[in-house]
T-cell receptor, first 113, second 114 residues
């Protein structure tokens, strides 16, 4: 089957750096995405890695190692508004649907002053 | 431009009733997805539409769930004979095409089955 693991909660202080890890076991792997969801809001896309290495977008970076079935999201210069749930999602090919996403259970990030 | 919209935003129903949830994707997006999110949980894939291709229904939890997409745009998710375990937020998302990895989500419909 398809499964993803990420920590359920992470706490950090404003201005700090935090890393949220994601390990996965899937077949038909295409790439790893990260989504942010504020309480009561819709998930919003943060990043996507199809190849090994680091992708940087402003304060957020995402890393993928396909050989280790592992990725992480790195958030720098944390701000209070970064308090949210972060989901890793694996893009898989399953019966021909190349854009199917399998989501992890999410990591609740609490940023403290 | 307008984002993905869903209606209603909240739906309270009695066990055994049928419900219909609507999704209007972003104009021009050919791919449309339905997910279910239970309280404090991740997103559970339900169904995926891509253009005129047959939908991927592999995530539908039972035959009480069905979805259609008319004219390649608006989609309706129907749950028949609702059960209390169907209570969740139902999220719709769209993307520009099959090979595009970024999905745009609507605000969701919160379904409560009493």
């Amino acid at each position: 089957g398809q499964s993803l693991e990420q920590p359920s909660e992470v706490t950090a202080v404003e201005g700090a750096i935090v890393q949220i890890n994601c390990t996965y076991q899937t077949s038909g792997f295409y790439g790893l995405s990260w989504y942010q969801q504020h309480d009561g809001g819709a998930p919003t896309f943060l990043s996507y890695n199809a190849l090994d290495g680091l992708e940087e977008t402003g304060r957020f970076s995402s890393f993928l190692s396909r050989s280790d079935s592992y990725g992480y999201l790195l958030l720098q210069e944390l701000q209070m508004k970064d308090s949210a749930s972060y989901f890793c999602a694996v893009r898989v090919r399953d019966g021909g649907a190349t854009n199917k996403l399998i989501f992890g259970t999410g990591t609740l990030l609490a940023v403290q002053p | 431009g307008a984002g993905v919209s869903q209606s209603p935003s909240n739906k309270v129903t009695e066990k055994g009733k049928d419900v219909e949830l609507r999704c209007d994707p972003i104009s021009g997006h050919t791919a449309l997805y339905w997910y279910r999110q239970s309280l404090g949980q991740g997103l559970e894939f339900l169904i995926y539409f891509q253009g005129n291709s047959a939908p991927d229904k592999s995530g539908l939890p039972s035959d009480r769930f069905s979805a259609e997409r008319t004219g390649g745009s608006v989609s309706t998710l129907t749950i028949q004979r609702t059960q209390q375990e169907d209570s969740a937020v139902y999220l719709c998302a769209s993307s520009r095409g099959q090979g595009v990895y970024e999905q745009f989500f609507g605000p969701g419909t919160r379904l409560t089955v009493l």
